[in-house]
C-alpha cells in the first residue's frame, strides 16, 4: 500500500502517473484530496490545523476494509512530502 501525497494547493491527480506505475506493479496506490487542495471539499481542524494525518489513517483504514495488507509506502512532493514522512507514524496501519 502506497500513499501517494500531493502538494500545498494540489489535488489527487498531481502525481497520477505516480500512482499508476505502482498500480501496474501490484501495489494498491491511494491518492487523497487533502484539505488546502483546490479541489476538495475538506475543512481545516477546529485548532485551524492540517487534518492531512486524520485523511491518511482514513483512507488507509478504507483500504485494509477492502482487503489491502502489506507493508505501507508513501511518496510526496512539496507539502506532501512532509506528510509522506509521518506515513510510517499512521495508527490504522495495514500491515
Known sequence: VVVVA?????TRF????FGEALAREG???IAPDFDETLAGSYTPDKDGGSSRDKIVV???????????????GALGHSA????ALKVPQAKGAVA
Request: aromatic share 4%; glycine share 16%.
Open 27 to 29: 501495489a494498491v496506490a
Open 58 to 72: 482514513a483512507a488507509l483504514e478504507h483500504a485494509k476494509r477492502r482487503g489491502a495488507t502489506g507493508a505501507i
Open 80 to 83: 506532501g512530502a512532509a506528510t
Open 6 to 10: 500531493h502538494g500545498f494547493l494540489g
Open 14 to 17: 498531481d502525481l497520477s502517473k
